[in-house]
DNA sequence: ATAGAACCTCAACTAAAGTTGAGGTCAATA
DNA sequence: TATTGACCTCAACTTTAGTTGAGGTTCTAT
């Protein structure tokens, strides 16, 4: 099968639909990254959006910071940082992803303590803002002393 | 300091904004849970909103679920999936913090996988379509076989 | 009794990350 | 050449989880 182009040569650039298929994520998204500045185009003489090659590695990176939970805005400041909206290198690789790990790292530390505190308060089913580990990080009225506790000690009733 | 009620025994009921004020949610947020039905209230004469203590409770365990990032609409399910509404006792509790906890272990291992295929790929950065364990979950074409590992064999540029 | 804090409802707005649709153009094929 | 699929823009809509504001009422303290 010939390539699209009329030539024999691999074509350099990609349609949407190419770079759609190619990289799962739907035409409609394409559109809306470039208007978030996190992909660019070059145009086709019929205003049709042409891709290089390489901005599917672009994508791929994107799709994998969000899967470290990035917002793409913070995605499309690290990658506009970069010098000159250049082709990704594997040394900008190395240093987006580092980042993107610390990220990532971070949110699993904070999600093994859930569980470990969910784990060792399913038994006891306190929650009590006293003494609760779960509880107590969003307790803001242990600091005032408002009073609450007396009426929990006092009362019939536990929250 | 004399309770509001004017008696000396702990009021049974809270308003709204010693709710917020307990629990670390804002008012508006109180209205909007009772939107969706995460929790219920009660009206005093004037048609304002009183609770029971045990709302407290209840909200702490909405929260807790949403730290492990279940959305508010299967919260909402799952507490209303309990008889009739009554206050959660610790039984409750070990059931739905039981199932929680299954979800945020599969978000933990899904995470945990990520940064390990992270830590692996920093140094390579090839993101090749066949071999990146990054990207060979969405890679959706390998099974059709387009063609696309022809060009990337013949072409000057990788994706 | 009255000021001011706290409360009420309802509608509109926010943010993120897209999707959907209308109305029109471009390009490859029969 | 004509059709059909792919493409274009722009606006509006979707979901989640709320927040903000307008206009009006209730509660509590002085």
């Known amino acids: 099968m010939q390539e699209k182009n009329g030539t024999d040569l691999p074509r350099r650039e990609l349609t949407v639909g190419e770079v759609a298929a190619r990289s799962g994520v ?3 998204t394409l559109h809306f990254y470039e208007t978030k500045g996190l992909i660019k185009s070059m145009r086709s003489s019929g205003n049709q959006r042409r891709y290089p090659r390489s901005v599917l590695r672009r994508i791929a990176v994107i799709k994998i910071a969000q899967r470290t939970g990035i917002p793409l805005a913070d ?3 690290e990658l506009s ?3 000159d909206d250049r082709q990704l290198l594997a040394s900008d690789w190395a240093h987006l992803s580092e980042n993107w790990k610390a990220d990532l790292n971070e949110r699993i530390t904070k999600l093994t303590a859930l569980r470990d505190q969910l784990t060792s308060c ?3 089913g306190c929650l009590s803002m006293r003494d609760c580990p779960l ?3 969003y307790d803001t009225l242990s600091e005032k002393g408002t ?3 007396l009426i929990e000690h006092a009362g019939e009733e536990q929250d």
Do not use: D
């Open 26 to 28: 739907a035409v409609s």
């Open 75 to 77: 995605i499309q400041k």
């Open 81 to 83: 940082a970069l010098p």
């Open 122 to 124: 399913i038994g006891c």
């Open 135 to 137: 509880r107590n990080p």
């Open 147 to 149: 009073g609450a506790y």
